[in-house]
């Protein structure tokens, strides 16, 4: 079903760019509920029109006409939610509010309507489905789960309370995600002593004076978003700021968060946290799992709860030994380099961490930073991909959200465009923190055979550029950073890269969830490799390369501290698993999540859990950014990442690089380009020609 745009939404922009890309700095708060109002109209009459009797039970008639209006209606929600992530204002987060229960509910009410079930059940059922596309088959088989899993086999007097399952969890995550963000804008500490600054680095001591003109303040201001905070915890010899800092950035969005003048429980996610897992609990049994973690299996490639749980206390009791000694050295160079008389407390962690490394590699992350200015950065990322994939990137001029954000092309080697990307790079008032690839839109076929090219987002949180002395100065990242650009392109190359035609399995639509990191882990490897860091470092000052000393100083730190750093990443994903696999929701008590949490920290972890330390309230990734009893795919992906790098080592040892154009051209074949259109497991095995070894990963992690 084409759109017939009625008149008064002619000048909409989500509403006219159509199968092109929106006017993102045109969109205003108020086109948002007459669009995506009309959108929900037009995407519930595809739906009357695909249930039909008439109409008949296949691709072109069924599915093709539904993905039409389901697209319009998704990419137009999408943009107003990728600005309710990157340009929050309190009329955007309002209007978002008001639309986010009737898109919630008609999402719902699709994945139950039994008569489109039965139409796709017949389709699969059909002479035509053998002589469809692989992709297109996948399509239809991953319907028929959803619809399963979206409760269309419930009875009519269920539908009602799951499709109110589905409203309250979208509003609790939408709330949690908005408490984080306005607990982490809302802080603010002003300094006017310079002696208070001892040890901080300059460019972050000049973010915090740009900060504090920013809000019409003298001095310095610091702030809760990581590129503000966390160089205060590692390099600030100022003991009592750290704990201030820390003290702050551990209770957001609790009962012990400070007010900031709102009420002491405005932003405390402590219930909302039951109340998710109660409804996710609620919705596992009605579809007839035992828990939620079951329920996240069905389409995953882990086969069962009791094998994510023995993947996870595996790997935790292999690093564990490493993160014993990892510990036991900070605390005694702690005790007697650093002379902390009453110990190591958790503020000083980052800072003794960062001194122990300065003492036992002889480098600094700071002066290891003035090597990697953003545009130096992205030259290098853009030759690895160029090289192993036969792709050019270009600079592009596609419509932006704000000043700062950059796009691209990119072209095969026919010289066609074949995907265009955004780069939003730097932290900002009103940005969600973190790192995060999005699809803009997605790779398709359509009917009259014309590809619509995929768009995604990479969008990060960066330093912005600061002046220095009257002069912008460019930004340096961290090498840290440098690894997330290189983690969130694999998810783009993912997305962009993809020939998949059928847009239910394109890029990384209908990857298992488990695997959905395999190319975002992938890309980081790249990251300690002397001959892609040679050329794409610059001294911010100097010009000259990172000197082959320097990097042989970050190799050997490669794994400094990776037993602790293992472990913190288990703690997180054995909380989330048990979170959603053997807790009672039901009878849980207001700091339940808390103590189960303490639980695991004390049975998986070697640091211990501060008292007043709330971080499940800030947990973002399982309560509001779709990895609930998923966050183990972290490390179930590292396998399988680790495993396929193998194979560029491998190829290294032949042609001197691995940056191995044909090892490059099978991994894009096998893995980038099949994108969601068949399992998972198969795509890794026509790559590597084997079942996954965890070999790899010890090796590559130190804890062989």
């Given at each position: 079903m084409k759109l017939s745009i009625p008149q008064h939404l002619l000048s909409n922009p989500l509403v006219t760019f159509g199968s092109?890309?929106?006017?993102?700095?045109?969109?205003?708060?108020?086109?948002?509920?007459?669009?995506?109002?009309?959108?929900?109209?037009?995407?519930?009459?595809?739906?009357?029109?695909?249930?039909a009797a008439q109409t008949p039970a296949t691709w072109l008639a069924l599915a093709e006409p539904l993905e039409d209006a389901t697209e319009s209606l998704g990419r137009a929600w999408g943009a107003v939610s990728h600005l309710n992530s990157v340009a929050d204002s309190a009329e955007l987060r309002a209007a978002y509010g008001e639309m986010l229960p009737k898109v919630t509910a008609f999402m719902s009410s699709l994945g139950q309507n039994l008569a489109l079930y039965e139409k796709f059940k017949s389709l699969s059922k059909s002479a035509e489905f053998a002589n469809l596309s692989r992709a297109q088959k996948k399509v239809i088989e991953n319907s028929l789960r959803d619809f399963r899993l979206g409760g269309a086999e419930l009875t009519e007097a269920d539908k009602p309370r799951f499709s109110a399952i589905q409203d309250e969890q979208a509003q609790l995550s939408k709330a949690f995600s908005d408490h984080v963000l306005d607990a982490t804008d809302g802080f603010v500490h002003h300094i006017t002593d310079p002696a208070a600054l001892v040890g901080m680095p300059e460019d972050a001591i000049a973010a915090a004076a740009d900060t504090a003109k920013q809000k019409q303040l003298s001095g310095w201001a610091f702030t809760l978003h990581f590129p503000s905070y966390y160089p205060v915890m590692q390099y600030s010899e100022n003991r009592e700021l750290r704990k201030l800092m820390y003290e702050a950035y551990i209770t957001r969005a609790s009962e012990l968060a400070p007010t900031y003048g709102q009420g002491q429980m405005a932003w405390d996610n402590t219930q909302n946290m039951l109340d998710q897992l109660r409804l996710r609990s609620e919705e596992a049994k009605m579809l007839g799992f035992a828990n939620y973690a079951a329920l996240s299996l069905a389409p995953k490639m882990a086969q069962s709860v009791d094998e994510v749980d023995h993947f996870l206390s595996d790997i935790a009791q292999r690093a564990r030994p490493f993160a014993e000694k990892d510990w036991q050295e900070l605390v005694e160079f702690a005790r007697t380099t650093l002379q902390l008389a009453d110990g190591l407390k958790p503020w000083d962690i980052a800072f003794a961490s960062e001194r122990?490394?300065?003492?036992?590699?002889?480098?600094?992350?700071?002066?290891?930073?003035?090597?990697?200015?953003?545009?130096?950065?992205?030259?290098?990322?853009?030759?690895?991909?160029?090289?192993?994939?036969?792709?050019?990137?270009?600079?592009?001029?596609?419509?932006i959200w704000h000043q700062d954000v950059q796009s691209f092309a990119i072209r095969n080697a026919q010289q066609k465009i074949v995907a265009y990307f955004y780069l939003d790079p730097y932290a900002r008032p009103g940005k969600r923190g973190g790192a995060w690839m999005d699809d803009a839109r997605g790779r398709r076929e359509l009917p009259n055979g014309d590809i619509q090219v995929p768009v995604a987002y990479l969008v990060c949180n960066f330093p912005a550029p600061v002046k220095v002395d009257g002069q912008v100065r460019q930004p340096t990242i961290a090498h840290d950073d440098v690894i997330t650009l290189f983690h969130e392109s694999g998810h783009g190359l993912h997305h962009l890269l993809t020939q998949v035609g059928a847009l239910g399995v394109s890029g990384i639509n209908g990857v298992e969830w488990d695997a959905v990191e395999l190319p975002s882990q992938f890309m980081e490897n790249f990251c300690w490799e002397w001959e892609v860091l040679e050329k794409m470092t610059a001294h911010v000052e100097t010009g000259k390369s990172l000197p082959r000393e320097l990097f042989d100083k970050l190799l050997a730190a490669k794994n400094f501290q990776n037993g602790l750093g293992t472990l913190r990443q288990i703690t997180f994903s054995l909380l989330d698993w048990r979170l959603h696999s053997t807790f009672d929701a039901q009878s849980a008590h207001g700091q339940a999540v808390l103590d189960l949490s303490r639980k695991i920290a004390e049975q998986c972890n070697v640091i211990p859990q501060p008292e007043i330390s709330r971080w499940p309230n800030t947990f973002s990734h399982i309560f509001a950014g779709g990895y609930a009893a998923g966050y183990y795919s972290y490390k179930w992906a590292e396998v399988l990442?680790?495993?396929?790098?193998?194979?560029?080592?491998?190829?290294?040892?032949?042609?001197?690089?691995?940056?191995?154009?044909?090892?490059?051209?099978?991994?894009?074949?096998?893995?980038?380009?099949?994108?969601?259109?068949?399992?998972?497991?198969?795509?890794?095995?026509?790559?590597?020609g084997r079942e996954p070894q965890i070999d790899a990963l010890l090796r590559h992690g130190g804890l062989a």
């Open positions: 092109g890309i929106p006017q993102y700095s045109a969109i205003l708060p108020d086109h948002i509920g007459p669009a995506i109002s009309y959108l929900l109209d037009h995407a519930q009459g595809a739906v009357d029109h695909a249930v122990l490394k300065q003492a036992r590699y002889a480098f600094s992350e700071n002066e290891l930073k003035q090597y990697f200015p953003l545009s130096k950065v992205l030259e290098g990322l853009f030759r690895v991909i160029q090289t192993l994939f036969g792709v050019t990137i270009e600079s592009a001029d596609l419509p990442s680790a495993d396929v790098y193998s194979a560029f080592e491998d190829a290294a040892k032949l042609t001197g690089s691995v940056l191995d154009p044909q090892t490059g051209a099978r991994y894009r074949q096998e893995i980038l380009e099949v994108g969601g259109s068949r399992p998972a497991a198969e795509s890794f095995k026509a790559f590597r």
